[in-house]
């Protein structure tokens, strides 16, 4: 079956520009989940929907991130004016009920090269 | 201090061995650990989550938690040069928020 997609898989921005990141998650999964991974590290959350609400953006680093999902599926990441400290892997997850961190399914990430 | 902390490796093990990976952790509000297989440019892939203390086998692999030690391990019988990745364990208080370790490089070399 189908898992989690993301798009695009590469990015390359100038320091300065805004990028959107997409996310699908598998159909009919209830929560989805966005990390940011350094290299070399672990992903770090970032920010929690359940459906259409975003319940928990503690992770977001700054104002210039900002994520929807309007519908309750597909989900979008937005970086304004993005810095060269922005270059990671943005990682998206969902899961089939609401808040279950413990069985996420994982697309395979956006790399983002800030220049 | 960081609430996961993980040894990085890189660990190198011959085909067949046995393979021991761990993490401790700080946050006595973590109920459920989960250990992630994540391959070169792919997405974290997971392998087991166990609630709470005690011990889950599923094939080759065993998950082990000590809550009164915060301490997790993940063995991995019969290794195979297919396991060669790095191993993420992650934590959770129950909740959506998950807090991952950094994540330990292993080779298994034929």
């Known amino acids: 079956g189908a898992g989690v997609s993301q798009s695009p898989r590469y990015k390359v921005a100038k320091r300065g520009q805004d990028v959107a990141l997409r996310c699908d998650p598998i159909s009919g999964h209830v929560s989805l989940f966005w990390y940011q991974q350094a290299l070399g590290q672990g992903p770090e959350f970032l920010t929690y929907?359940?459906?259409?609400?975003?319940?928990?953006k503690s992770g977001l680093p700054s104002d210039r991130f900002f994520a929807e999902r309007p519908e309750g599926s597909v989900s979008t990441l937005k970086i304004q004016r993005t810095q060269q400290e922005d270059s990671a892997v943005y990682l998206c997850?969902?899961?089939?009920?609401?808040?279950?961190?413990?069985?996420?399914?994982f697309g395979p990430g956006t790399r983002l090269l800030v220049l | 201090q960081k609430e996961v902390e993980q040894d990085p490796g890189p660990l190198s093990v011959p085909e067949g061995a046995i393979v021991s990976l761990n993490c401790t952790y700080s946050?006595?509000?973590?109920?459920?650990f989960m250990w992630y297989r994540q391959y070169s440019r792919k997405g974290p892939e997971l392998l087991m989550y166990t609630y709470s203390s005690g011990n889950k086998e599923d094939g080759r692999f065993t998950a082990q938690v000590d809550k009164s030690s915060k301490y997790i391990s993940l063995f991995i019988r019969d290794s195979q040069p297919s396991d060669s990745a790095t191993y993420l364990c992650a934590m959770s208080g129950g909740y959506q928020k998950v807090t991952f370790g950094t994540g330990t490089k292993l080779q298994v070399i034929p």
């Open positions: 929907f359940q459906n259409e609400a975003q319940l928990d």
């Open positions: 997850a969902s899961s089939p009920s609401p808040g279950q961190g413990e069985t996420q399914y």
């Open positions: 946050n006595s509000a973590f109920q459920y």
